[in-house]
Every structure is written in structure tokens, then in C-alpha cells.
């Protein structure tokens, strides 16, 4: 069964930061592309990062300069992070943790994976 656990999400004031963190048990996540989308109210959901098996990454221009997404490939465990900093109140969403094992190690065909978390929280106001 895949199983996506994302943490980190949370309060903060405009300016701020915050680091997601999304954990995904099995080895077979380490050939998947894992990447972090968001759903504002009334919006649709969109990507806002993407990083590669091979360590190829691809950002929404929303957010060029500001998040920056990683991964850790542990034996059991893909870990996938998103440092968020320079945060506005635009960036108030759901965020939604994809895994996606279409990809090649660096390239992934469009639209998301089939595998997702169950969202987080994030909230950037005064």
C-alpha cells in the first residue's frame, strides 16, 4: 500500500518560512519522482515543485527564488522536503505531497503522479 505522510505545515506571518517534510516507506520510492502540489480555495490544484529520481528539479514560477525542494533517499524511506521562505499570503494552500512513477531519472511526462498524501495546512498571514 503506498502511504505518503507529510508534516510541517502550520501559521506563519508574510515573510516568513517553513519546511514540509514528506516521508514515503519503501524502496521502490527511490526510482519515483516526488514532488509537492497546492490547492488554494476555489482554485485548482498546481504544482509547485518536482524533483527527479536523478535529482532534476522543475518550480513553478510563482515560487522560483523562494521554495526549494530535496530528497533524501534512505534504504526504507524517501524523504522529500520543501523549504519555503519569503512566504506570502498567496501562498495559502493545501499542500498536497506526489509521488509519481511515470519519470524517467530526470524527466517526467506532464500532469501529477498517482500517488498522494493527505495535504497539510499551510497559512501565511499577520
Known amino acids: 500500500q503506498v502511504r505518503l505522510v507529510e508534516s510541517g505545515g502550520g501559521l506563519v506571518q508574510p515573510g516568513g518560512s517553513l519546511r514540509l517534510s514528506c516521508a514515503a516507506s519503501?524502496?521502490?520510492?527511490?526510482?519515483?519522482?516526488m514532488g509537492w502540489y497546492r490547492q488554494a480555495p476555489g482554485k485548482q490544484r498546481e504544482l509547485v515543485t518536482r524533483?527527479?529520481?536523478?535529482?532534476?528539479?522543475?518550480?513553478a514560477d510563482s515560487v522560483k527564488g523562494r521554495f526549494t525542494i530535496s530528497r533524501d533517499n534512505a534504504e526504507n524511506t524517501v524523504t522529500v522536503y520543501l523549504q519555503m521562505n519569503s512566504l506570502k499570503p498567496e501562498d495559502t494552500a493545501v499542500y498536497y505531497c506526489?509521488?509519481?512513477?511515470?519519470?524517467?531519472?530526470?524527466?517526467?511526462?506532464?500532469?501529477?503522479?498517482?500517488?498522494w498524501g493527505q495535504g497539510t495546512q499551510v497559512t501565511v498571514s499577520s
Open positions: 506526489n509521488a509519481d512513477n511515470r519519470c524517467s531519472d530526470y524527466m517526467c511526462p506532464s500532469g501529477p503522479g498517482a500517488y
Open positions: 519503501g524502496s521502490v520510492f527511490r526510482r519515483y519522482a
Open positions: 524533483i527527479t529520481s536523478g535529482g532534476n528539479t522543475r518550480l
